[in-house]
């Protein structure tokens, strides 16, 4: 009794936390959060309609379970074999025919509401996405801007995800890219493209999450959608299209430059800059960024400066090495230098809270 009784008390305790408003931008991890997108309200209409069902079998069989523990228990004035019952036909086709029309019920319901979400949407923005272990690449088709483990998105725009894992040439693993209080998953599979769609409609910061197990730090391929008025996202999209990075002066930063060109230009993208490859982090609009390491933490140098140095030392499994050969002022001037390249006037660390 005991442990079943914890075991409802841990339960109640997760539905509690995963209904817990969040912080910037409302219920960030509520599933069940109506005002973020039509994507939530419908599999909410459909939850409501499986966890009724759910009830209502809950009741009739714990009922008739306690009924003929009451009913037939032993009075102790019985002796010997109590009467014995063979069947009962109108009992069996009831309980046949119920559960099927409650299954059929909820069959027709999902397949309208998957039917209705899978629709595409005429002119719905493109993002192309690509699972990688341990980070997210985001690629706006239709403007040409990489972006990594930061997903800046226009309020009311339909975008379309288009998902996949690897490159076609680098080999991956299975990922599934989900946007918890947004929209549901789909998995990111090497040599397949799966589709998303969602129309964000509340302005705010919301947690994706791989959903697949994937490795060593599953758990922390993690990324950042941000929920944007049409214009911000338009000044973004804009400003990183035209982005170069500048010739710096300060010495610093001219420093900075010097290193990131030596240690980091063989691997990294930043337009201008280095070409990289395609399966590391495009580091283009880094000053932008909210979180380091794909969500794990904010994009401060008390978080970036040891990332720089020693990132596999504080995520697992990550295939950045690590440069003991860096000093701390090698690594402060590789994070100036990172931090200096940003898309000008749009701050959307107001939008975060960790
Ligand atoms: Cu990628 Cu789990």
Known sequence: LQRSLGLIVLLLLGLVLAAEPGQAGGHTLNILDRDASAFNREVRGLLVWVMGFAALVFVVVTGALVYVTVKFRRTGKETGEPEQLHG??????????????????????????????????????????????????????DYGVRNSNELILPVGKPVRFEITGGDGTNYDVIHSFRIASMVGARDAIP????????????????????????????????????????????????????????????????????????????????????????????LTFFGNRTTVGAGMWPNVPEYLEPWIKNSPGMKPGVKMPAFPNLSDEDVKAIAAYLMSHKVEGLDFSKLEKF
Not at 101 to 118: R, Y
Not at 191 to 201: A, K, L
Not at 234 to 248: K, L
Request: charge should be neutral; glycine fraction near 8%.
């Open 191 to 282: 040599g397949v493209v799966t589709h998303i769609e969602v129309t964000p409609e509340k302005i705010g910061t919301y947690y994706g999450q791989c959903v697949e197990l994937c490795g060593a730090s599953h758990a922390n391929m993690r990324f950042r959608v941000k929920v944007v008025p049409q214009e911000e996202f338009d000044r973004w999209i804009e400003g990183a299209r035209a982005f170069q990075a500048a010739q710096p002066t300060d010495p610093t930063l001219v420093r900075g430059q010097e290193l990131y060109k030596q240690q980091c230009a063989g691997c990294h993208a930043l337009k201008g800059v280095s070409q990289g490859a395609p399966s590391n982090p495009d």
């Open 88 to 141: 009962n036909d109108r009992l069996e086709v009831a309980w046949t025919v119920i559960p099927t029309v409650i299954v059929l019920i909820i069959f027709g319901l999902t397949a309208q509401s998957m039917f209705k979400l899978d629709r595409p949407t005429p002119g719905a923005m493109v993002v192309e996405v690509r699972g990688w272990q341990f980070w997210w690449d985001f690629h706006y088709k």
